[in-house]
T-cell receptor, first 109, second 112 residues
C-alpha cells in the first residue's frame, strides 16, 4: 500500500540548533516529491520539488535531499520565523498526491 | 503572477445543505486538484482534473463531486452536508505532470 510517513511528529529547537526532518515513502510510481511549509490557518506554501534519488535543493536555511526510500529536510541554524508545520507529499504516476501527517517545528529564541 | 484563488474563504452551513466551492488556478495551469484537511486526518486527496477530465479521485463518498471548466477554473460540491465535513478545503494547481503544485489559501467550511 502506498504510504508517506513523516518523523518526528513535533520538533522543538533552540534558535541556531540545526536538525533534520524525515519523510519516508512507499509508492508504486513516483512523479515527484514535494516539501511544503504550512502556517496555522493558511494553505501550504511550496518549498521544494525533488524528482530523482540523489537530488538536492537549497533555499536559505533549508535543504532537501532525496533517496529511493526517503527524503530529508535539513534546517540549518533555524530562526523563530522557521516555526511551522512542514509537509511532505508524493505525486503518484496516477497524479494523486499523498501527504504525510507533517512535522510541527517550534524554534525558540 | 496571481496565485491560486479560492472562494469563499469562510462559510457556515447547516447539516443537510449543500455547498459549492470555487477555485481559479494559476494562469496556464491545466491541472486542478482538491484536498480536505482536518486535524485528525491531515491532508486527504479528493480529486484531480486536467483539461475538464477527472483523472483520479480519492476515497470519499459520492456526496463529494467536482468539475473543471474550459478555462481551467474548478468547482467542488458537497451535498447533504454532515458535521464531519467541517474542514479546510484546499485547491491546488499544476502546469503539467511533475511540475510544482501550488496551493490556494483554502475555504474554511463549518457545518452546524
Amino acid at each position: 500500500e502506498d504510504q508517506v510517513t513523516q518523523s518526528p511528529e513535533a520538533l522543538r529547537l533552540q534558535e541556531g540548533e540545526s536538525s533534520s526532518l524525515n519523510c519516508s515513502y512507499t509508492v508504486s510510481g513516483l512523479r515527484g516529491l514535494f516539501w511544503y511549509r504550512q502556517d496555522p490557518g493558511k494553505g501550504p506554501e511550496f518549498l521544494f520539488t525533488l524528482y530523482s534519488a540523489g537530488e538536492e535543493k537549497e533555499k536559505e536555511r533549508l535543504k532537501a535531499t532525496l533517496t529511493k526510500k526517503e527524503s530529508f529536510l535539513h534546517i540549518t541554524a533555524p530562526k523563530p520565523e522557521d516555526s511551522a508545520t512542514y509537509l511532505c507529499a508524493v505525486q503518484h504516476n496516477d497524479y494523486k498526491l499523498s501527504f504525510g501527517a507533517g512535522t510541527t517545528v517550534t524554534v525558540r529564541a | 503572477k496571481a496565485g491560486v484563488t479560492q472562494t469563499p474563504r469562510y462559510l457556515i452551513k447547516t447539516r443537510g445543505q449543500q455547498v459549492t466551492l470555487s477555485c481559479s488556478p494559476i494562469s496556464g495551469h491545466r491541472s486542478v486538484s482538491w484536498y480536505q484537511q482536518t486535524p485528525g486526518q491531515g491532508l486527504q486527496f479528493l480529486f484531480e482534473y486536467f483539461s475538464e477530465t477527472q483523472r483520479n479521485k480519492g476515497n470519499f463518498p459520492g456526496r463529494f463531486s467536482g468539475r473543471q471548466f474550459s478555462n481551467s477554473r474548478s468547482e467542488m460540491n458537497v451535498s447533504t452536508l454532515e458535521l464531519g465535513d467541517s474542514a479546510l478545503y484546499l485547491c491546488a494547481s499544476q502546469q503539467s505532470s511533475g511540475n510544482t503544485i501550488y496551493f490556494g489559501e483554502g475555504s474554511w467550511l463549518t457545518v452546524v
